[in-house]
């Protein structure tokens, strides 16, 4: 069983494009993480959100803590937003999705 | 600060031969994670500590021991390595319960 899962697996954008990716999660949590997995295979956290909405640059993420639904999503996409997005959330323990493969296309 | 450390980056097991892999932050952090990362599956909790002097297993600890040496340090041992532990460990820190996780670069494990 999945405790957490993602849309779409991989997107592709043209360079200017609005991005959405979205996680549905179906445990009882305290707070959700969204980070980004750079092609080097680093992992950066994004955004922590326990409610509401928080917003950082171009980056935007939201979350509905009664539909157990969060949304990440990038203003004005670049190339170099190209990286895989993981959404995580902290339960019990963290569980995390398998990710988002995110490539823009100058 | 050189945040999350972790060695080595990679390394080639044979099936039977024990390894531990390293883990080290500089953040002062309460909280230490070992995580497995394989194709298609997400990261994946082994074990975790919560504080020195503690350690809890996590989704998949069979096969794989933790020491929590110090605040530091976090150890995560293969006693006798199987080709199912062919994956990318990542190490990760937080300093509270609300915390952001930091992450270590990752070590690339095969075992053949």
């Known amino acids: 069983k999945n405790e957490v899962e993602q849309s779409p697996q991989n997107l592709t954008a043209q360079e200017g494009e609005f991005i959405t990716i979205n996680c549905s999660y179906s445990v009882g949590i305290s707070a959700l993480h969204w980070l980004q997995q750079h092609p080097g295979g680093g992992i950066v956290s994004l955004f922590m959100l326990s409610s509401g909405k928080k917003k950082h640059g171009r980056l935007i993420a939201t979350i509905n803590i009664q539909e157990k639904h969060s949304s990440l999503h990038i203003t004005a996409s670049h190339p170099r937003d190209s990286a895989v997005y993981i959404c995580?959330?902290?339960?019990?323990?963290?569980?995390f999705g398998t990710g988002t493969s995110l490539t823009v296309i100058p | 600060n050189a945040g999350v450390t972790q060695t080595p980056k990679f390394q080639v097991l044979k099936t039977g031969q024990s390894m531990t892999l390293q883990c080290a932050q500089d953040m002062n952090h309460n909280s230490m994670y070992w995580y497995r990362q394989d194709p298609g599956m997400g990261l994946r909790l082994i074990y975790y500590?919560?504080?020195?002097?503690?350690?809890d297993k996590g989704e998949v600890p069979n096969g794989y021991n933790v020491s929590r040496l110090n605040k530091r340090e976090f150890s995560l041992r293969l006693e006798s390595a199987a080709p199912s532990q062919t994956s990318v460990y990542f190490c990760?820190?937080?300093?509270?319960?609300?915390?952001?996780?930091?992450f270590g670069p990752g070590t690339r494990l095969t075992v053949l």
């Open positions: 990760a820190s937080m300093a509270g319960v609300s915390d952001t996780q930091y």
């Open positions: 500590s919560a504080s020195e002097g503690t350690t």
């Open positions: 995580a959330v902290r339960s019990s323990q963290f569980y």
